[in-house]
């Protein structure tokens, strides 16, 4: 059972364009999301996150809205850089049951030059 | 360099033998967290750890798989007669919860095992 579904496993935008990676999840416990980038051969870097009491947090380019009634997040990345290409994973938790994080299985985000 | 330090970075082991990672995670982070990736997956959460007590296990690690934070710093993780199917990243986060609201975890490089 997936309980954080990341459909697409891999999108291509051009350079200065926006990319938008989206994440979908099931479990309505879920009350904490982030969103993390990977390069190869190294661990999952923190991007940026969102409490369920909010629907919308900025962090430079990186944007994360998340919609609780559609059980719906998508980051924006604005512009992208050919240094965002990574996999991104959504993970999502619930704060006041247990700590582990869900992941979803990544979106591969290409930035063509 | 402060973050999540993790060693080795590289094992590659024989069918039935004994192994064990080591994790050194941000300095007085108070929660420690073991995971487990494989190809094209996301990571799954393995085990976690508040201070030194070992407060969840998934049943995604049988009894061959113990880990140990013994004073609440650096963690083990030992998987005893490996199998081939314990070829996986190994990774190890850790965070500083000091509210409900916030458990950001912060992960280290990782261990990749492969079991020939």
């Known amino acids: 059972d997936q309980q954080v579904k990341q459909n697409s496993p891999s999108l291509s935008v051009q350079e200065g364009r926006i990319s938008i990676l989206n994440c979908d999840y099931t479990?309505?416990?879920?009350?904490?999301f982030l969103w993390y980038k990977k390069y190869p051969a190294e661990g999952p870097t923190f991007l940026i996150s969102?409490?369920?009491?909010?629907d919308k947090n900025e962090d430079g380019r990186f944007t994360v809205f998340l919609n609780k009634s559609a059980k719906h997040l998508s980051l924006h990345i604005v512009p992208s850089q050919p240094g965002d290409s990574a996999v991104y994973f959504c993970?999502?938790?619930?704060?006041?049951?247990?700590?582990?994080?869900?992941f979803g299985t990544g979106t591969r985000l290409k930035v063509l030059a | 360099d402060t973050g999540v330090s993790q060693d080795p970075r590289h094992k590659i082991t024989k069918r039935g033998q004994n192994v064990t990672f080591r994790c050194d995670p941000i300095?007085?982070?108070?929660?420690l967290y073991w995971y487990r990736q494989t190809l094209g997956q996301g990571p799954e959460f393995l085990t976690y750890?508040?201070?030194?007590?070992?407060?969840?296990k998934s049943r995604l690690l049988s009894d061959r798989f113990s880990a140990e934070r013994p004073k609440g710093s650096f963690s083990t993780l030992e998987i005893q007669r490996t199998e081939q199917g314990d070829s996986a990243m190994y990774l190890c986060?850790?965070?500083?919860?000091?509210?409900?609201?916030?458990?950001?975890?912060?992960f280290g490089p990782g261990t990749r095992l492969t079991v020939l």
């Open positions: 986060a850790s965070s500083l919860v000091t509210s409900p609201r916030d458990d950001t975890q912060y």
């Open positions: 479990n309505s416990m879920f009350d904490y």
């Open positions: 969102i409490s369920s009491i909010k």
């Open positions: 993970a999502a938790t619930s704060l006041s049951g247990t700590y582990k994080y869900i």
């Open positions: 300095s007085e982070h108070n929660r």
């Open positions: 750890f508040q201070n030194e007590a070992q407060l969840e």
